[in-house]
């Protein structure tokens, strides 16, 4: 089970932050022990030479006298070891005889560490050990063994386990927050470093949302060494994706070509005679126009002329609503349009009025006393939504009526390839088209690419 707090950042920068925070707080931390044994060891190191002098020191002055005794050519109960029950201490014992500090006030030593052997005879430097004072208190102890006038003497001196502890105490306490400072500090500069790092690929995010918009047709070669080969291989798919939609248009010109002249005979081949209703000849006029559309727009990209990418909604729509208004004066629609004057879309007019020509049409044709158009802005795209309040689609027929030919009421006129042909349309340039039943009746939403100018 892996808990919601220890989850994984799911940005660059994020994984960053935390791996270098991570990294940043256990180096602080074992940072933090090395001083801490660091000053310790200063510390000990201190106490040692403490000790070791107060040895020598004691071993100079010792003498043995004519009856056997050790005694003291000087007195060095010096302070520290000049305080009672101060744990700063020294001894001296031997077979014979003991002397101690002042400090001690006649008690004895308890022996701390290991039993001298030959081995710190021949060394001659003393060896470290631990033990208590009559108070319970623990002491840290220097011990040297040696000979003094052929007798063999053990010098002890002792310090406060405190002695050792506390200066390490202290300056842990400045030691803490002055790690602290620099955690911080290296935090702040790493948040620093990633936010300075990633820019370049915020950048190409901004530059490929540029091309993806229209305002630029290739990335720049970018100013980071790494970043540069990415550039250039999208730089080679946008240059392979317009020699590709430039052969496809090329493709669909010569396939335009090749059905302009069938369609011319059918048009001369339809009369009165065989067609009465004219409804075929209407058929083919709309086929032709479609045809002649898609060569103009192939010759455009051909002769490298950009088409129109910049159309303002509105007036197609109150073009589109006043034609249609007229064609079904009869049903006397309440027609609103909720679009905004500068709301714009990057696309051809033509392709503009065939679309929204279409769904505007069939909401006329099933809308019952109202259509409602509107238009929302959601980052690159416009979404507009077409309302009837007619009787709607079922549920499992709505994909159905994208299927060329489908008529899903036959009782109603119409060729059936409307929506297949808007949908078609949307898609080329990056859009969709969703059918839905709503609470007020059916919904016709549309979204297409926003211009570079227009917005809403």
């Not at 000053?39 to 004519?66: F, K, M, N, P, Y």
């Not at 009559?134 to 002491?139: I, V």
């Not at 540069?228 to 291989?233: D, G, I, L, M, S």
């Not at 503009?352 to 809308?367: C, H, P, R, S, T």
Request: a neutral charge; aromatic letters at 6%; glycine letters at 8%.
């Amino acid at each position: 089970m892996r808990w919601p707090c220890l989850s994984r950042p799911t940005s660059i920068a994020g994984r960053l932050t935390a791996f270098s925070a991570a990294f940043v707080a256990g180096a602080i931390l074992l940072a933090s022990v090395i001083l801490w044994f660091i000053v310790a060891g200063v510390v000990r190191e201190q106490i040692d030479q403490r000790l070791d002098t107060q040895i020598e020191g004691v071993r100079s002055s010792l003498t043995v006298s004519e009856n056997g005794q050790l005694t003291m050519a000087s007195q060095l109960d010096g302070p520290p070891f000049d305080r009672p029950n101060s744990g700063w201490y020294w001894q001296v014992r031997s077979e014979t005889s003991t002397l101690s500090s002042r400090s001690l006030e006649r008690r004895a030593l308890k022996p701390g560490g290991r039993q001298a052997d030959w081995r710190d005879l021949a060394s001659a430097r003393p060896r470290p050990g631990e033990t208590e004072d009559g108070n319970g208190r623990g002491l840290y102890t220097r011990t040297l063994s040696t000979r003094i006038d052929g007798q063999l003497v053990q010098i002890t001196a002792s310090a406060p386990e405190a002695a050792l502890t506390d200066p390490a105490f202290r300056s842990l306490m400045w030691l803490v927050p002055a790690m602290a400072l620099l955690g911080i500090t290296l935090l702040i500069g790493t948040y620093l470093q990633v936010r300075f790092g990633l820019k370049p690929l915020k950048r190409l995010t901004t530059d490929i949302a540029e091309v993806s918009a229209g305002n630029r047709s290739t990335l720049p070669e970018g100013e980071v060494e790494e970043l540069k080969p990415v550039a250039t291989e999208i730089n080679r798919l946008i240059a392979l994706n317009e020699r590709r939609l430039e052969e496809a248009r090329i493709h669909f010109a010569n396939m335009a070509h090749g059905l302009k002249t069938p369609v011319a005979s059918l048009t001369l081949g339809l009369n009165d005679d065989n067609d009465a209703s004219g409804g075929l000849r209407n058929l083919v006029l709309r086929i032709d126009r479609r045809i002649r559309h898609h060569l103009a727009d192939a010759r455009k990209s051909t002769a490298g002329q950009p088409s129109d990418r910049h159309v303002l909604l509105r007036p197609r729509l109150d073009d589109l609503i006043l034609v249609l208004s007229n064609i079904y004066r009869d049903k006397a629609l309440s027609v609103r349009c909720e679009v905004e004057d500068r709301a714009g879309i990057r696309c051809d007019p033509e392709d503009v009025d065939e679309i929204l020509g279409n769904l505007l049409d069939n909401a006329f044709k099933w809308a019952s006393t109202a259509v409602t158009v509107t238009s929302t802005r959601t980052g690159g795209l416009v979404a507009i939504t077409i309302t009837d309040d007619g009787p709607g689609i079922a549920e499992d027929r709505i994909n159905e009526a994208f299927q060329p030919g489908m008529r899903l009421d036959e009782s109603v006129q119409g060729s059936g390839f409307g929506l297949g042909i808007s949908k078609e349309i949307v898609e080329l340039y990056g859009g969709t088209v969703t059918l839905q039943n709503s609470k007020n009746g059916f919904q016709a939403i549309v979204t297409l690419p926003v211009s570079r100018t227009g917005s809403s």
